[in-house]
């Protein structure tokens, strides 16, 4: 996966709508955001995210590097989330997937730390 194609991956996250993402993905993929359970499936993850888009009011990535494996990226970026409160906060985030022969992500892994999104 090329960097244009990251890119094409996290527009479809900030987006801020659930389904764009998910037409990225597998229909069994497996999902694992920071520390939290793994999502299994388009309906958990559309559900999660929507979940997760509720307590900010929006974000955007800026990539700083990809790597590339064979079918496997890695993806280096900066998160900026805006709260709901107005006020924006910037953050270092790696998220690693494996893309099938078909082109749809099978699996989705986000390592970030969350706390300063929501502390004051």
Known sequence: MSHDEARRVFQAVDTFDPGEFVRLLADDVRMVFGNAEPM??????????????ATIAGLAHKIIRTWQADADTVAETEVTYQRLDGSHVSIAAVSIWHTRDDGLISDYRIFIDLAPVYSG
Do not use: C, I, N, Q
């Open 40 to 53: 299994v499936g388009h309906k958990a993850v559309t559900e999660g995210l929507r979940e997760f888009y």
